[in-house]
């Protein structure tokens, strides 16, 4: 349950950006998690509701933004989405692929006052 | 607050020591409300410096107008892992050592495969190890028993080693220049994945005995790994595990992969694992 990491990290992070900002409340925060990052959302909002409590971020309305997996052929240069690390390009056929999105663990914004 | 499970206590079940410290009272601190007043001395880790952010008090009164606005941060998540994880890279590089992060399943032979690696190359490669499991100082004693300093990192409830826990433990180590640092992760296929270690390699392990689509199935680990060992090979004859199945499973996550096929048992392949190790390490 490695989200729950991942949830203090954002936890941690926004504080610190909000704190430097002299905020005294975080309203909302957005949140991008690439679909092969390794991190399940349902997961994560399931582990901030708990890591909030007591922070800046305790009453912010929380956004995930979700970002598709997008690979790139290497071999015919063809641009697809795959759903898994391991699927060949549906032009060619290769297995030899590179990530370009998919993989985003980030805060994208926080709004405070 | 715990890393883990997010219970009120917060995450300081991890310890770090070295054998012969298993009854060491350092290690135990007393919780006094949540200002983490802690009644102990050193070897603490703690993945998270928990900041207390609440009772923030603003002294100068704002007018009635709001403030509200938005900052767009772009801001890595892990991004305080990451940059530990740098620093231990950086600190590596300096000392010339060779850091390996050694990943796998529970019971794929990890520790096995450290303890024949020590023997066999103690004379000529000065060998540091840091273990990494839930509980216990199993790993630790045996890794002592074969000559190789060792410090034992306990998560408590962790899944994973962070790069937090390591700056603490090479510290502790006294980890010496021209040397290969041996990090044994928590056994688990998942959660070290996202964990920059700040390691010079890492390498997964799989045995024959476990499923050859393990590669897919966890392609996380395999997508971030340099090595793949495929270890028990001479358990093949008793099990229906397809060595280039895998492969090809492993290569479509990862193009890059290498793979190394040995028997920490019968001492098959292990001169290649050596040879690579050697290729790295500035060892004399």
Same mark, same amino acid.
Request: net charge negative; hydrophobic share 35%; proline share 3%.
């Given at each position: 349950?490695?989200e729950?990491s991942i949830a203090l990290s954002i936890v941690e992070v926004a504080s610190?950006e909000a ?7 975080i309203n909302e925060i957005e949140i991008e998690i690439g679909t092969?990052s390794g991190v399940e959302i349902s997961a994560l909002e399931f582990s901030l509701e708990?890591a909030v409590?007591?922070?800046?971020l305790?009453?912010a309305q929380r956004k995930f933004i979700s970002i ?35 993989k985003e663990l980030k805060i994208k914004s926080i709004n405070?006052? | ?21 298993? #009854?060491?009272?350092?290690? &135990? $601190?007393? !919780?006094? %409300?949540?200002?983490?007043?802690? @009644? /102990? +001395? =050193?070897?603490?880790?703690?993945? #998270?410096?928990?900041?207390? &952010? $609440?009772? !923030?008090? %603003?002294?100068?009164?704002?007018? @009635? /107008? +709001? =403030?509200?606005?938005k900052i767009e941060l772009q801001t890595d998540i892990l991004q ?205």
């Amino acid at each position: 349950m490695h989200e729950m990491s991942i949830a203090l990290s954002i936890v941690e992070v926004a504080s610190d950006e909000a704190l430097k900002a002299n905020a005294k409340n975080i309203n909302e925060i957005e949140i991008e998690i690439g679909t092969i990052s390794g991190v399940e959302i349902s997961a994560l909002e399931f582990s901030l509701e708990l890591a909030v409590k007591n922070t800046l971020l305790e009453n912010a309305q929380r956004k995930f933004i979700s970002i598709p997996a997008v690979a790139e052929c290497l071999e015919c240069n063809f641009t697809f989405a795959p759903t898994t690390f391991y699927e060949p390009c549906t032009s060619c056929g290769s297995f030899t692929i590179k990530i370009i999105h998919g993989k985003e663990l980030k805060i994208k914004s926080i709004n405070i006052d | 607050m715990c890393d883990t499970c997010g219970c009120d206590q917060s995450n300081d079940e991890v310890t770090i020591r070295k054998p012969g410290e298993e #009854n060491n009272k350092h290690s &135990e $601190h007393t !919780h006094e %409300h949540d200002g983490h007043t802690h @009644s /102990h +001395s =050193h070897v603490h880790s703690h993945p #998270n410096d928990h900041k207390q &952010e $609440h009772e !923030h008090n %603003h002294k100068h009164e704002h007018q @009635s /107008h +709001s =403030h509200e606005r938005k900052i767009e941060l772009q801001t890595d998540i892990l991004q305080k892992n990451n940059l530990l994880a740098e620093r231990n890279r950086g600190y590596f590089e300096a000392k010339n050592i060779f850091a390996i992060n050694l990943v796998s399943s529970p019971g794929s032979g990890k520790t096995s495969l450290l303890e024949r690696t020590i023997l066999d190359l103690k004379k000529e490669i000065k060998f540091f190890v840091i273990e990494g499991d839930q509980q216990t100082m199993n790993d630790a004693n045996r890794i002592k028993s074969v000559g190789a300093p060792v410090i034992q990192i306990n998560t408590g409830n962790g899944c994973h080693l962070d790069a937090d826990m390591i700056n603490k433990a090479i510290n502790e180590l006294e980890v010496e220049n021209n040397s290969v640092v041996m990090i044994e992760n928590v056994g688990n296929l998942v959660c070290p994945a996202l964990f920059d270690l700040g390691e010079t390699k890492r390498v997964v392990i799989i045995s024959v005995t476990e499923g050859e689509d393990k590669p897919i199935k966890y392609p996380n680990m395999f997508a971030s790994s340099h090595l793949c060992i495929i270890n028990k090979t001479d358990l093949l004859p008793y099990v229906d595990f397809d060595i280039e199945k895998t492969k090809q499973y492993a290569h479509q996550v990862n193009h890059h992969l290498e793979f190394i096929e040995l028997s920490v048992k019968t001492g098959e392949g292990m001169k290649e694992w050596y040879e690579w190790i050697k290729t790295f390490s500035k060892s004399k």
